[in-house]
C-alpha cells in the first residue's frame, strides 16, 4: 500500500479521534460537574484512541493523571480544552485557552513576527484591523507558523476553518515548536488588546 495514503488516513484517524474526544469532554461537562467515573472512561478513551503524547490532547491526558489535581481543577482544565460555553446562539465554539501562556508579562512588537488565527471579536476591529496596529508598533504579521514565529495570537471564536472545533492546525504546529524549545509564545486576542 502507498506510504503517503497510509500517512494521510492515519492523520484523518487521529483529527476525528480529537473530534471525538472535544465532544467527549463537552458532553461531560454538559452538567457542570466532573467525577472520578468521568475522569476514569476519558483517560481509558484517550488511551485506547491513541491520543496520549498526541499535541492537543497530551496536557489533558497529563493533568487526568496528576495525583495533585482535584475534580475541580480538572473539570476546568477540560473547559479549557473544549473552549468553554460559547456566549450565544450566534457563535458555534470558543476557541481553546489550554496552550495559552499563563503569565505573561509584556509582548514585544519591534521586530518581532505575529500570526493571527482563529475569529476576532474586539471591540477594536476584526483580524485585519489587528493586523495593521500590529505591524503599526513594529511587528511582522505572517500568515504561516515557522520555527521564527514569535507570537501566534489565538482569536476568541474558533473559527469554521479549523481542523477541529476549538483548534486548528497553526495551533497544532505552534504547540509543536513550543514544546521543542522555541521561544515561541501562544497568546489570546484579549492579552494581546492589553498591550497594543
Known amino acids: 500500500m502507498d506510504k503517503s495514503f497510509t500517512s494521510i488516513n492515519h492523520e484523518r484517524i487521529i483529527d476525528k479521534n480529537i473530534n ?3 465532544g467527549i469532554c463537552k458532553g461531560i461537562l454538559s452538567d457542570n460537574e466532573f467525577n472520578e467515573d468521568e475522569k476514569k472512561f476519558l483517560l481509558d478513551w484517550i488511551k485506547s484512541h491513541n491520543l496520549v503524547n498526541h499535541t492537543i490532547v497530551k496536557n489533558v491526558y497529563l493533568a487526568l493523571n496528576d495525583k495533585d489535581k ?9 473547559l479549557t480544552f473544549t473552549g468553554g460555553i460559547a456566549p450565544s446562539n450566534e457563535v458555534r465554539s470558543m476557541s481553546s485557552s489550554l496552550p ?3 503569565d505573561l508579562l509584556s509582548i514585544e512588537f519591534k521586530n518581532k513576527i505575529f500570526c493571527l488565527t482563529g475569529k476576532f471579536g474586539s471591540a477594536i476591529g476584526n483580524r485585519k484591523v489587528i493586523e495593521d496596529i500590529i505591524v503599526d508598533k513594529g511587528g511582522i504579521c505572517k500568515d504561516t507558523v515557522t520555527h521564527d514565529l514569535n507570537y501566534l495570537v489565538i482569536g476568541e471564536f474558533a473559527s469554521d476553518d479549523w481542523i477541529h472545533s476549538t483548534s ?11 514544546a521543542n524549545s522555541s521561544n515561541l509564545k501562544i497568546i489570546s486576542e484579549e492579552q494581546l488588546l492589553k498591550f497594543l
Not at 482535584?70 to 477540560?78: M, R, Y
Not at 492546525?169 to 515548536?177: D, S, V
Open 70 to 78: 482535584s475534580l475541580e481543577d480538572l473539570k476546568n482544565i477540560l
Open 20 to 22: 471525538e474526544c472535544i
Open 100 to 102: 495559552i501562556e499563563k
Open 168 to 178: 486548528g492546525r497553526k495551533i497544532e504546529k505552534a504547540m509543536n515548536y513550543r
